[in-house]
C-alpha cells in the first residue's frame, strides 16, 4: 500500500511541477539571450576589445573617450531633437485624429484603416518612399516646379541642418495613425454619462474635451509615450534607408553609431559603451511604467 | 471600435462638421500619398520617371520593373531579383510566428492560472525584455551564433526572432488569460483534469482573437526586421535587406520604378495581414494593452 501512497504522491509534486518545467524554456532563453547577453556587453563595455571580444579591463575608458566622440555627441543631440518632435507631432496628429474621427464621422470605416496602414510597413519601405518623395531632384519639388510654382523649395534632406526633420517626418507618416487608434480606444471607454452631465452643467465643447475628456485619457498618453519614446532610442532601419546617416553624419543616431563603430570601425569597446547608455536610457523611461503596471495588477 | 461603444460626440455646426471632414481628408492624403506614388511610379518605363511627373498616371503602363525586381534585378553582386530573398523571410516567418506564438500562450497560462512564488519577478524581466535595445544584445548574439554554428542561417534568424518575440506574445495570452475566470479551471481541476488537458480543452479554445493578435504582431515584426537580417542574415538574408541593397546599391543607373516595385513586394505580405485581419488585431491589440 505504501507504493500506492508513493505514486499518488510523486503525481501531485509532479502536477506542482510541470507548469515551472513548463516555463523553464522560456526562462532560460530570456536569462541567457536577455540578461546574459547585457551583462556580457556590459563587461564588454569595460574592456579594451577592437575588432574582437576582449577581456582586459581598463576601466571606464571607453565612456571617457565615447563622450569625447564629436560623433556621439551629434547622434545624441539629434536623438534629443527627433524624440522630441517624433513624440509631440505623434501625440498631437494622433489625439487630434482620433477626437475628429469620434464625432460621429460617416465614412470612419473607411479612414481608420488608410490612417493605420503605414505601421504595417517596415521602416526600409517607408525610407523607400520618402527618400524618393522628399529628393528635390525628382520628388515634391520637381512636381510643384512643373505644376508652376517655380520657387517652390523642399530640400531637407541633402541640407545638413534640415535632414534631421525628414527622419521626423517619416517616422510620423508611420506610427500617427497607431496612436490616434489608442487615444480613440481610449475615447470610446469614456463612461458617457459623465459628458451628458457636463454638458448638461453648459460646458462648452471646447472646455468639455479640455477639462474633462483629455484628463480621463491619461493612460493612454502614458502608453502613447512608452510606446513612442522606446521606438525613437531604437530608430535605425528608418535613418539607414531614408539618409543612411547623412548628408556627411547629420542624422546618425545612437543605434547607427552604435552599429558602425562596432561592426565597420572595429571599436568594439566603445560601441558596447554607447549600446548600454542607449539601454539606460530606455530603462529610465521603462522601468516606473513597469513597476507601476506590475503593482496596479496585484 | 465598434459601433457597439458609443463616441464622446459633442453636438456641432454644420460649418464645423465640414472643417472636421476637411482635416481629416487632408490626413487621408497624407497617409495614402507616399504610396500612391510608388505604385504609380513601379508601372512607368524609367525616361517617364526621370522626366516626368511623379504624380502623374503612367502614358504606357508596363509590369517590365514588377518582374524585373521579382527575378532578374542585381542584389548584391548577383542578379537574381528579390525571389530568393522573399522565400528566406518566408521561411523564417512561418517557424518564428508559430514557435514564440506557442510559447506566449503557454507562458501566459502558467503565469496566470498556476501562478507561484515570484512569478510577478519573471513576467517583469519577461516584459522589461520587449523594450530592450537591441544594440546591447548584437555582440555576443553574433559570437553565440557562431559557436551554434547557426550565423548567416535561416534557423539562427528564428532562434533570434523566437527569443525576442517571446516577451511581447507572454504579455498578450497573460493579460487575455488573466480575464478567463480561474473557477473554471479551479473546477476542472478537481474533476481531475491535469495541467495540459485544462489548456487544450478549456483555454486554447477561447483564445482566438488574442492568437490573431500574437500572430499578426509577430508576423510583422519578423517579416518587417532589418537590423537582426542585417546583422545575422549572411546568406540567408531576408526581404528588408536585400530591398535595401537594391535600392541603395551605388552602381550603374539608378531604376527608381524597380525599386518602387521591390518596395511594393517588400510590403506586400504584411498589407496583405493586415487588410484581411487588421481590425481583430486593433480591437484585441486595445483590450489587452491599453486596458490592461
Given amino acids: ?298 | 471600435m465598434s459601433g457597439a461603444t458609443q463616441s464622446t460626440a459633442v453636438s456641432t455646426g454644420r460649418i464645423t462638421r465640414t472643417l472636421i471632414y476637411l482635416v481629416l481628408l487632408l490626413f487621408a492624403l497624407f497617409y495614402l500619398l507616399p504610396f500612391f506614388v510608388m505604385v504609380v511610379n513601379s508601372l512607368k518605363p524609367l525616361d517617364e520617371i526621370t522626366g516626368g511627373n511623379m504624380m502623374s498616371l503612367p502614358q504606357t503602363w508596363t509590369i517590365q520593373p514588377w518582374l524585373q525586381a521579382w527575378s532578374s534585378a542585381q542584389i548584391g553582386v548577383e542578379p537574381t531579383g528579390l525571389r530568393p530573398y522573399f522565400l528566406n523571410s518566408l521561411l523564417m516567418v512561418v517557424p518564428a510566428v508559430a514557435i514564440s506564438t506557442g510559447l506566449g500562450a503557454i507562458n501566459g497560462y502558467v503565469l496566470t492560472k498556476w501562478r507561484f512564488r515570484g512569478d510577478n519577478i519573471i513576467f517583469g524581466l519577461l516584459l522589461f525584455s520587449c523594450f530592450i535595445p537591441f544594440q546591447i544584445v548584437l555582440i555576443p548574439m553574433a559570437t553565440i551564433l557562431g559557436k551554434l554554428g547557426i550565423a548567416g542561417s535561416i534557423p539562427g534568424l528564428v532562434l533570434v526572432h523566437v527569443v525576442y518575440g517571446v516577451g511581447f506574445t507572454t504579455l498578450y495570452y497573460r493579460n487575455y488569460y488573466a480575464a478567463f475566470p480561474t473557477e473554471l479551471v479551479r473546477a476542472a481541476m478537481i474533476d481531475g483534469a491535469g495541467f495540459f488537458r485544462i489548456f487544450w480543452r478549456i483555454l486554447l479554445p477561447v483564445s482566438g482573437p488574442i492568437t490573431v493578435v500574437s500572430v499578426i504582431w509577430q508576423f510583422t515584426n519578423v517579416w518587417n526586421d532589418f537590423l537582426f537580417g542585417a546583422s545575422f542574415g549572411g546568406q540567408s538574408q531576408p526581404m528588408t535587406v536585400a530591398l535595401n541593397n537594391l535600392v541603395s546599391s551605388s552602381t550603374g543607373v539608378k531604376e527608381y520604378n524597380v525599386h518602387f516595385a521591390g518596395a511594393i513586394l517588400a510590403a506586400l505580405p504584411t498589407l496583405l495581414v493586415y487588410i484581411v485581419a487588421g481590425r481583430y488585431f486593433v480591437r484585441g491589440l486595445m483590450a489587452g494593452s491599453v486596458k490592461g
Fill in chain 1, 1 to 298: 500500500m505504501a507504493s500506492r501512497a508513493d505514486d499518488a504522491d510523486f503525481r501531485t509534486k509532479l502536477q506542482e511541477w510541470i507548469p515551472k518545467l513548463v516555463l523553464s524554456p522560456s526562462v532560460a532563453l530570456m536569462l541567457v539571450f536577455v540578461y546574459g547577453f547585457i551583462l556580457y556587453t556590459i563587461y564588454l563595455s569595460f574592456t579594451g576589445s577592437k575588432m574582437l571580444p576582449k577581456y582586459d579591463l581598463i576601466g571606464i575608458d571607453n565612456y571617457v573617450r565615447l563622450w569625447g566622440l564629436s560623433a556621439w555627441w551629434t547622434a545624441v543631440s539629434n536623438l534629443a531633437v527627433f524624440a522630441t518632435l517624433y513624440i509631440t507631432i505623434c501625440t498631437a496628429i494622433g489625439l487630434t485624429l482620433a477626437i475628429l474621427l469620434d464625432q460621429k464621422i460617416r465614412g470612419e470605416g473607411m479612414l481608420r484603416p488608410i490612417y493605420l496602414y503605414p505601421m504595417a510597413l517596415s521602416f526600409i519601405v517607408t525610407g523607400t518612399a520618402w527618400k524618393w518623395f522628399l529628393d528635390p531632384g525628382i520628388g515634391l519639388e520637381h512636381t510643384m516646379h512643373l505644376w508652376g510654382w517655380e520657387s517652390f523649395e523642399f530640400g531637407w534632406i541633402k541640407d545638413r541642418n534640415m535632414a534631421i526633420y525628414t527622419i521626423v517626418i517619416a517616422a510620423v507618416w508611420q506610427t500617427s495613425g497607431f496612436v490616434m487608434a489608442m487615444f480613440l480606444a481610449g475615447l470610446r471607454g469614456i463612461d458617457n454619462e459623465i459628458l451628458k452631465a457636463a454638458q448638461i452643467d453648459g460646458a462648452s465643447n471646447w472646455s468639455l474635451y479640455r477639462r474633462i475628456v483629455i484628463p480621463l485619457l491619461r493612460p493612454a498618453f502614458l502608453s502613447a509615450f512608452v510606446i513612442l519614446a522606446h521606438l525613437a532610442v531604437k530608430s535605425y532601419d528608418l535613418v539607414i534607408a531614408l539618409t543612411g546617416g547623412g548628408p556627411g553624419r547629420a542624422t546618425e543616431l545612437p543605434a547607427t553609431f552604435m552599429y558602425s563603430y562596432t561592426f565597420t570601425r572595429n571599436q568594439m569597446g566603445t560601441g558596447a559603451a554607447s549600446a548600454v547608455i542607449m539601454l539606460m536610457t530606455i530603462a529610465a523611461i521603462m522601468m516606473p511604467y513597469l513597476y507601476s503596471e506590475l503593482k496596479e495588477k496585484k
